[in-house]
């Protein structure tokens, strides 16, 4: 069984830093893409990010490109997001997900990110 | 506004059949799969449909998905109170190089 587990959230003042984490099982973690996602409180998802199988490409949106960092570690079977300079309209459940055709298929419970002074 | 058009909501009787609609262009669901998910309030989407009409195991075949040219539709038979929830499409954009999401719609079991 797939199983996602995500960490790392919290409160943190605007143009500070968070790192997600999220631990994966039940898969062979080296086999997929990986990808983040995100949905403010009370909207729906937004793609955020996505890495290769061995981290060599990543995919960002537009409105987190230059501020996050996505990467990956196969041998602890975790993926992580670097967030820099984060601000209010971040504040969101993130969820990660394993690939499935190109797209997020089996996702985490999600953590909360709220930014707030 | 999301790349993907969904009609924000949805309704039917229970046993009625419901289908939801997600629009597109050839950058993303015409040249692309389609998956489709349901989230429950508080929770986690769950994957209903995958490469535009296939089932995961252990999702009914009241479930069940299809795709035309830019467009794609999911389709719930038979439909149970348990259905009400949010239910969104996704595709990847090949202009954007990223992920997009329909707006989500909100089905109501009448």
């Known amino acids: 069984e797939v199983q996602l587990v995500e960490s790392g959230g919290g409160l943190v003042q605007p143009g500070g830093t968070l790192r997600l984490s999220c631990a994966a099982s039940?898969?062979?973690?080296?086999?997929?893409?990986m990808h983040w996602v995100r949905q403010a409180p009370g909207k729906g998802l937004v793609w955020v990010s996505r890495?290769?199988?061995?981290?060599?490409?990543?995919n960002y949106a537009d409105s987190v490109k230059g501020r996050f960092t996505i990467s990956r570690d196969n041998a602890k079977n975790k993926v992580y997001l670097q967030m820099n300079s984060l601000r209010a309209e971040d504040t969101a459940v993130y969820y990660c997900a394993r690939d499935v055709f190109g797209v997020p298929g089996y996702w985490g419970q999600g953590s909360l990110v709220t930014v707030s002074s | 506004q999301s790349v993907l058009t969904q009609p924000p909501s949805a309704s039917g009787a229970p046993g009625q059949r419901v289908t939801i609609s997600c629009s597109g262009s050839?950058?993303?669901?015409?040249?692309?799969?389609v998956n489709w998910y349901r989230q429950l309030p508080g929770t986690a989407p769950k994957l209903l449909i995958y490469n535009n009409n296939d089932r995961p195991s252990g999702v009914p075949d009241r479930f069940s998905g299809s795709k035309s040219d830019t467009s794609a539709s999911l389709a719930i038979s038979g439909l149970q109170s348990e259905d009400e929830a949010d239910y969104y499409c996704?595709?990847?954009?090949?202009?954007?190089?990223?992920?997009?999401f329909g707006g989500g719609t909100k089905l109501t079991v009448l």
């Open positions: 890495i290769h199988l061995d981290g060599s490409s990543t």
């Open positions: 039940g898969f062979t973690f080296s086999n997929y893409w």
């Open positions: 050839s950058s993303n669901i015409g040249n692309n799969r």
């Open positions: 996704a595709a990847w954009d090949d202009r954007l190089s990223g992920v997009v």
